[in-house]
């Protein structure tokens, strides 16, 4: 595992080699790997985000719901969820599932750990857009005698969206830049690939000087785009 | 064998525990980085100067477009080449105080737009002079806006101390993972660790709420209309779920 | 006159006018909203100034209050002039320091009200009797008394704007901005906001001022029967231009110009 102590190591070795120049051969020769590495990030991002918006939806109707204890329970769960940092659910699910017989490879890991923790604020988004939706659309539907599957599938779900769906956008970036956490439960996303190459080389500025430049060049167009849609949409 | 276990993380949980106050530390470092930051940025780009406006928001643009975790291990690594000595700490809360104000700043940005252009105009009308106009009139009106989105950052900061770990800072996040692998047994360590970090939340929501009230009373607000708005009813009805 | 690349030269300016403005043009963008009005208000003179939406006419108020700042043209308010100095013979453009001397003598009241509504009535009141005139604070607190009793509100000092009234908060605005002794007041279609029941006790308010004080009035109104009551010259404003001017029995009564008696028929059919 790439855990503290190799970070630690390394940062011991280098600093004694004083290298302020910047190698431009090097930091290309970086991109295959760090481009590996970039697609672990996207399938981490992807399968975390389908995740974090199903559950979410599941957390937010049953806390609608008022069951009278299981709706208690998920607000906890969802607050504690929030409270607590990613960091330690990462570590208690990849070191926990092993001593229950579940041998699932780190990606897999870090995707639920992903998608648990956005879906609980994933499942906020949800029940804000729902409770935003006009006491008078459920009273419409009602006299129009639509069936209840109907009311919500077609009525108030749609409208619930409107509101939730920019939110949504900005998680599935947020997760995108948070998916380098997965690098300390050895996941070979993009910044565990910098840092890789960084112990293996001595030289960590241009792998991270990349690693953090591509973070940037695919968030902040995704960025752009989400806000001029928001805007087109006229989304609250 | 569980027994054998218990009884050594209990001769772990004081180190453990040493590790709340450091987390602290960082937290409060943290926080107070994010609203200096987030005031100087979010009132740049409310500037009307395009030359402060710019690069003010290039700056914010670039500090929250890069994952803050790349920018940890970038400041960490990188900064000692460029001749910056930092100490962990100091370079860990300035990644996290600059991020977060990074995304604060909007908060800010928001909360001024939020006031009626026609408060600044009735005191341009009445010859205030701009600082009593900001001090007096705008600020108090922006001030309580902010409260609800700073405890959430309180709380983001929090969490984001556990990332500090990975840096070398012995805050709790890391004594959990040195006595995680000390002990070889994940789940109670880590359980423990989560809820020590989940009773801090509350008390620091705790906090934001009683801040949230004396901030209440210096803005001068009454809160006839608010406690109202908050009891207000679901407006998903009874039926939505009984087919 | 203007120089041809729109420097103001200055005028020697009628002795008696108040409040002047000479050749102003207000642009924004490619919209020009005012067209070299040239508009003198002299020391107690009430105008009123009646127009369709758009016209410019709030524009007016706006830049006799320092709010904008013209395209073209100068401003001149009690002897100064509001974003120009004048160094030997030519006027200089200055900034916002001199627009801030010429503004003390003119207050003005908001179809908006904008009172600040963290503050009491008495509060908003007396804020800027301390700050601006460096009154003692129980000098304002007598003085905020005195102009809320006059407005009414005697009863309601210690309200904030959102337990009060529309009219209750517009006749506080009123009060404050009376507070500061302006020699031109303006008001800027201040019942255009309110239901129709509480227009007369703002309007009363006003009609009272008119009467009972030396006060230069600049007002921007619909409500035609009141303008006609008290004003003592009417202007008709659209699309950027004085349509017509004259006293209100001609103006309301019997308009010489077309675009007027347009305007006048289609009001006063509601």
């Known amino acids: 595992m790439a855990g503290r102590r190799s970070y630690g190591a390394a940062a011991a070795t280098i600093s004694g080699a004083m ?71 990462l570590y208690f699910l990849f070191f926990i599932f092993p001593t229950y017989g579940v041998t699932l490879p780190a990606l897999e890991t870090g995707v639920i750990g992903l998608g648990l923790y956005y879906s609980a604020y994933a499942s906020e988004v949800y029940r804000a857009g729902i409770e935003g939706v006009p006491r008078g659309q459920w009273e419409a539907s009602l006299a129009l005698g639509l069936p209840l599957h109907r009311v919500w599938g077609r009525i108030v779900l749609p409208q619930a969206m409107r509101f939730a769906i920019p939110v949504l956008g900005n998680f599935v970036i947020s997760m995108f830049k948070e998916s380098a956490i997965l690098s300390t439960i050895s996941v070979l996303e993009l910044i565990g690939q910098a840092n890789i190459i960084g112990a293996e080389t001595a030289r960590y ?5 990349m690693a953090a430049l591509i973070f940037l060049i695919i968030s902040y167009p995704a960025a752009r785009l989400l806000r001029l849609l928001e805007a087109r949409t006229g989304a609250v | 064998m569980t027994d054998q276990v218990s009884r050594t993380l209990q001769d772990y949980l004081p180190l453990l525990f040493q590790g709340v106050p450091v987390t602290l530390e960082a937290t409060l470092a943290s926080i107070t980085l994010v609203v200096i930051a987030g005031f100087v940025f979010g009132l740049g780009r409310s500037s009307k100067s395009p030359f402060l406006r710019w690069p003010v928001g290039l700056v914010v643009e670039v500090l929250r477009g890069s994952s803050a975790i790349a920018q940890l291990f970038w400041a960490f690594y990188v900064l000692p080449f460029f001749g910056v000595e930092l100490s962990p700490f100091v370079a860990g809360v300035m990644v996290l105080g600059l991020n977060g104000g990074a995304y604060f700043s909007e908060v800010v940005r928001a909360a001024f737009a939020a006031v009626p252009k026609g ?125 | 006159m203007p120089s041809e690349n729109g420097t103001p030269q200055p005028v020697n300016m009628p002795g008696d006018a108040l409040m002047a403005m000479r050749d102003v043009t207000m642009r924004f963008g490619s919209r020009t909203v005012i067209d070299s009005l040239d508009l003198n208000v002299t020391a107690g003179e009430k105008l009123a100034i009646i127009g369709p939406s758009g016209s410019g006419k709030t524009t007016i108020l706006r830049l006799a209050m320092g709010l904008e700042r013209p395209t073209g043209g100068w401003i001149r308010i009690d002897g100064r002039y509001l974003w120009h100095v004048q160094r030997n013979e030519a006027l200089v453009p200055a900034g916002d320091r001199q627009a801030r001397r010429a503004r003390r003598a003119v207050g003005m009241v908001f ?37 809320l ?11 904030r704007p959102a337990q009060l009234s529309g009219g209750q908060q517009q006749r506080v605005a009123i009060a404050r901005s009376l507070a500061l002794r302006p020699k031109l007041m303006l008001f800027d279609e201040v019942t255009s906001a309110l239901d129709p029941e509480l227009v007369g ?20 109104t619909h409500e035609i029967t009141f303008a006609a009551d008290i004003a003592d010259r009417v202007i008709m404003f659209d699309q950027g231009r004085i349509v017509e001017e004259g006293e209100p029995k001609v103006v309301l009564r019997e308009p010489q110009s077309q675009r007027t008696k347009q305007f006048l028929k289609a009001i006063l059919e509601r």
Request: glycine share 4%; hydrophobic share 55%; charged share 15%.
């Open chain 3, 149 to 159: 009793s006059r407005v009414g509100l005697a009863t309601h000092l210690e309200h």
């Open chain 1, 205 to 209: 500025v241009e792998p991270l000087t």
């Open chain 2, 119 to 243: 408060q600044t105009e009735a005191a341009i009308a009445l010859n205030l002079s701009s600082w009593f106009r900001l001090r007096r009139v705008i600020l108090p009106q922006a001030l309580p806006l902010m409260i609800p989105p700073f405890g959430n950052a309180l709380i983001d900061m929090l969490k984001f101390t556990a990332l500090l770990s990975l840096v070398t800072i012995q805050e709790l996040a890391y004594r959990a993972d040195a006595i995680r692998s000390v002990l070889a047994e994940a789940g109670p360590v880590y359980g423990i660790t989560l809820l020590i970090y989940f009773a801090m939340a509350l008390a620091l929501s705790v906090m934001v709420q009683a801040l949230e009230r004396l901030v209440d009373r210096w803005a001068g607000r009454t809160h006839a209309g608010d406690s109202a708005k908050r009891r207000a009813a679901s407006s998903v009805p009874r039926w939505a779920f009984r087919p």
């Open chain 1, 19 to 89: 290298t302020l120049e910047w190698d431009w051969g090097f930091a290309l020769q970086t991109l295959p790997t760090l481009l590996r590495g970039l697609v672990f990030t996207l399938e981490a991002t992807f399968y975390g985000s389908l995740l974090a918006f199903t559950l979410g939806l599941v957390w937010a109707l049953a806390r609608l719901a008022e069951v009278p204890v299981a709706s208690q329970l998920i607000r906890l769960w969802v607050e504690f969820i929030r409270g607590t940092p990613l960091l330690i659910q």
């Open chain 3, 111 to 147: 179809q908006q009200f904008n009172l600040f509504p963290h503050m009491t009535a008495l509060q908003n009141v007396t804020e800027p009797l301390v700050h601006v005139l460096r009154m003692r604070r129980n000098e304002a607190h007598e003085r905020a008394n005195d102009l």
């Open chain 3, 201 to 220: 006790e703002v309007l009363n308010v006003i009609r009272d001022l008119a009467h009972t004080t030396s006060m230069a009035m600049m007002i921007v």
